[in-house]
């Protein structure tokens, strides 16, 4: 065993028993590489990528080419779901220097961790192009004690261009009426009409950008909008990245037409879409958007929970094909003769109803479930005992991995999603749920100055430092809590968390966000992106939720650091809307104000004040915040002077510092939020 026995990240623990003399990430490292006088190989990836797990077994377990890696460099091992910060830093100067990124992502850095040579995925003997690994060792060793100017000199100019790179244009202001039209037709040009989502291969959920769409029609009632956001969410739901079977979303579709996916399944993906197939029933009323949104939340309980209560980052592609081979979507996929062998006279109407084909979808001859358009009428009661049964089988196969630490970001998103989700549907079982994850992030990655920590693992706290998407991603969580359970202190401890974007993220000048807090581990350079990835980037994500906050309390601070936050959507928004959709949708909240519904009654059995309360919830107005309660309540400030009306439950919408008079019907209170 290596160093890496002692950590808590499952990606980590699977190179423990590396013949490779591993480091984790640490001063120490590069000390000991200064002391020897050797190159670092920096090493990131994580515990459910592919790739990652194909040079493991190839380069990594193989004792030649850990001998020579121990001999000549000092070899660093992160998880860049556990360090988001490094993985970030040192991604952007792969892109920079070969256009492209990726991982496993493979850097050699200085004892001063400036990098110097770049890559992602090396067979271990040359291929399509590609060098060897034991290659590119042998080169940068060569490099390093034959040319070491030349790398010095490499490596500086690499860090000085990134020391460049630092966000200088905020926009003069919020984004307006301009912009957000402008983003919209943006997508509307880059929309694939035909098959949904926005590109080509491969096609990625776009989460952030639904939720824009949907906000954009609810605030202006635009169609083309809703459109767009309902055919994609069905398109999604029908083809092979959701699982048909047990619910839940993979990582990406690898084709145009979402058929074949990249099998792994995160939680941020499945938190992120369970919310916007949820928006979309909200808005629409569709069926299909229900039972996704319904589906997706238990396949997270059932699948993803953990004994803490806190959520599990990710099931991986690869499983057991059952000749001992860990094969990618193995758990997944069928052929003809295995629905026979589960269904029997049956497996001629599975295979017309999922789409699977002697020649298959996926490889040799295996499809993945999707449900085809087709003519013809299926019984449901038929295709549902199908579908148990397969189930059934499936759940008989070795089941892929599990990368079982909590992060406290993607948390944060499976609690808003679960909240939301749970009071839509009545499900209050996927409520408790969203407070269970709360509740442990609050008990065990709060410190007493309630700063955040990134990650978690069988109830023991990592020692990472939350970054940005940490603290905004789980003050959304806990503002969509609070709205839910009428429960104040889940509003109070989203201030905490906030409190600490103003100190220790924000720059007190300019009103721009750093990834890493002030006083966090000095990085070569502070990383600083406001774009989208798989998840909200932490820039908007916090953006949105200090404008909920400040709509719950009326705070100024917390409302012009929003504004000031969104400057850079003004400017990104018209340019690149498909990578600043959660930005785009807090926008969409901003210029609608957010509303601010404030329910007070009688008490929490009151029938009126349940009523009331749901239609508040179920209001489609961009951003709106819910509080609930008694008049003499203190747990929310908008409860603050709100009496009830003739003794009886009675809602208040404000909006732009103005209030409407307070209605105790719940049609009236509805047709407001859709206004």
């Known amino acids: 065993m290596n160093r890496l026995a002692h950590e808590t990240s ?4 699977q190179h423990a028993d590396n013949p490779v003399d591993w480091w984790p990430w640490s001063a120490e490292a590069f000390e000991a590489a200064r002391t020897a006088n050797k190159p670092v190989l920096l090493s990131v990836g994580y515990s459910s990528c592919h790739w990652c797990h194909v040079m493991a077994h190839e380069s990594f377990e193989d004792r030649a080419t850990a001998d020579y890696l121990n001999e000549h460099f000092v070899s660093v091992k992160v998880d860049r779901e556990e360090r988001p910060d490094v993985d970030a830093v040192y991604m952007e100067a792969v892109q920079a220097a070969t256009g492209q990124g990726g991982w496993p992502m493979t850097v050699f850095l200085t004892p001063d961790a400036e990098p110097f040579y770049f890559g992602t995925y090396f067979p271990p003997a040359p291929r399509h192009g590609m060098p060897a690994f034991r290659q590119v060792l042998e080169g940068v060793r060569a490099a390093w004690t034959d040319r070491r100017d030349e790398v010095a000199d490499v490596a500086g100019k690499i860090v000085r261009d990134l020391s460049q790179r630092e966000l200088s244009h905020q926009g003069d202001g919020p984004p307006g009426e301009q912009e957000l039209s402008q983003a919209l037709l943006g997508l509307t ?44 969410c069905e398109r999604m739901a029908r083809g092979g990245l959701y699982d048909q079977l047990g619910g839940g979303f993979a990582r990406y579709s690898v084709d145009r037409d979402w058929v074949v996916p990249h099998f792994e399944k995160m939680l941020y993906d499945n938190a992120l879409l369970c919310r916007v197939y949820a928006h979309l029933w909200r808005a629409t009323g569709s069926e299909l958007a229900r039972r996704v949104a319904l589906e997706t939340a238990d396949f997270m309980v059932r699948e993803l929970r953990t004994d803490q209560g806190g959520f599990a980052s990710a099931l991986d ?26 269904l029997g006279e049956d497996a001629d109407l599975a295979a017309q109803y999922f789409g699977v084909t002697a020649e298959g979808t996926f490889e040799h001859g295996q499809s993945v479930l999707q449900l085809p358009q087709q003519e013809g009428v299926f019984d449901a009661g038929k295709v549902e005992s199908v579908r148990q049964r397969l189930l059934a089988a499936r759940a008989r196969r070795p089941a892929p991995g599990r990368d079982d630490k909590v992060v406290a970001a993607w948390n944060g998103l499976a609690v808003a999603a679960l909240a939301e989700t749970g009071a839509y549907f009545d499900r209050p079982d ?50 969509a809590l609070a709205s839910v359970t009428g429960e104040g202190v889940w509003l ?11 100190t220790r993220f924000t720059d007190p000048d300019s ?51 929003a504004e000031r936050a969104l400057g850079v959507v003004k400017t990104l928004g018209p340019r690149v809307p498909r990578f600043v959709g959660w930005g785009l949708a ?34 489609t107005a961009p951003g709106a915040v819910v509080a609930v309660g008694t008049p003499e309540s203190d747990e929310f400030p908008l409860l603050a002077g709100r009496p009830l009306v003739d003794g009886a439950a009675a809602a208040y919408v404000c909006r732009h510092f103005t209030c409407d008079a307070p209605t105790t019907d719940p049609e009236l209170l509805g047709a407001a939020l859709r206004s």
């Open 10 to 13: 499952p990606y980590l623990l």
């Open 492 to 502: 109070e401890f989203a201030g905490l968390l906030l409190d600490h974007v103003l």
């Open 430 to 479: 996927l409520v408790e749920a969203a407070v269970g994850a709360a509740d442990l992030l609050v008990r065990l990655h709060f410190d007493d100055h309630a700063r955040i920590a990134r990650t978690s693992r069988d109830g023991r706290v990592g020692a990472n430092a939350g970054v940005l998407e940490d603290y905004g991603d789980v003050a959304e969580g806990f503002l």
């Open 189 to 232: 040009r880059e929309y694939d009409a035909q098959r949904g989502g926005f590109g080509g291969a491969p096609k990625f959920p776009p989460s952030m950008v639904v939720e824009f769409l949907l906000r954009h029609h609810a605030r202006t009632g635009a169609e083309g909008a809703l459109q767009m956001a309902a055919d994609t």
């Open 511 to 561: 009103g721009a966000l750093y990834d890493t807090a002030a006083d966090a581990e000095r990085l070569i350079r502070r990383p600083q992106d406001p774009t989208d990835n798989a998840t909200p980037s932490g820039w908007t994500a916090a953006a949105g939720a200090l404008l909920g906050y400040a709509a719950h309390t009326g705070t100024e601070p917390h409302r012009s650091a």
């Open 586 to 619: 807090v926008a969409e909240a901003l210029l609608d104000g957010p509303r601010e519904v404030a329910i007070v009654g009688p008490g929490a059995d009151d029938r009126n004040t349940t009523a009331l309360h749901r239609t508040a919830l179920l209001g």
């Open 317 to 342: 592609a690869d499983s057991d094909d059952g000749t001992g081979a860990h094969v990618e979507g193995a758990y997944y996929v069928w052929t003809p003769a295995q629905l026979a062998e589960v």
